[in-house]
């Protein structure tokens, strides 16, 4: 594995106990590389105990975010907050992007199409009748990513 470039900030901050993800909101890098060097240099995954200053997920306890629950384990207000607004949340669906879409069926389609821009493409072009194979260059996918969209959507060929 090669070092990373900011190799001796990572080790620095996970030897003096801080969580991933404190690390990830510090330096910018993603969790995985902080576990994986967490892991490269032996020191155990973080976890929350009497001794710690913050969460997990890097909120401070202070009087105000600090609670206990009835069996007596200490836990973050403000984790709690966030979980409860999440299943308020509704899930809003991404729009497609209407200019990718006929720019794929033009066979001009750009470097990284959605999900569900592919799939509008590949059914308009697969109700004109062109083969599956024209269909997969044009779209920039395998013949087999047509193949699975058509039956997801039941297109008769």
């Avoid at 997969?136 to 060929?157: D, F, G, K, L, S």
Wanted: hydrophobic content about 35%; charged content about 30%; aromatic content about 6%.
């Amino acid at each position: 594995m090669t070092r990373h470039p900011l190799y001796d900030d990572i080790r620095r901050l996970l030897e003096a106990g801080e969580s991933d993800l404190a690390i990830e909101r510090t330096l910018g890098i993603s969790r995985a590389t902080a576990g994986r060097y967490r892991k490269q240099l032996g020191i155990a995954p973080y976890r929350t105990n009497s001794a710690s200053t913050h969460c997990r997920h890097g909120h401070p306890f202070n009087t105000d975010n600090e609670a206990f629950n009835t069996a007596g384990h200490r836990y973050c207000r403000a984790c709690m907050r966030n979980r409860q607004r999440g299943r308020r949340r509704t899930w809003t669906p991404v729009i497609p992007d209407e200019v990718a879409i006929e720019r794929a069926i033009s066979g001009d389609a750009p470097e990284r199409l959605t999900p569900r821009e592919r799939a509008q493409a590949v059914l308009v072009l697969r109700a004109r009748r062109i083969s599956v194979e024209q269909v997969a260059e044009h779209v920039r996918c395998t013949p087999r990513t047509v193949w699975r969209i058509q039956a997801r959507y039941q297109v008769a060929a």
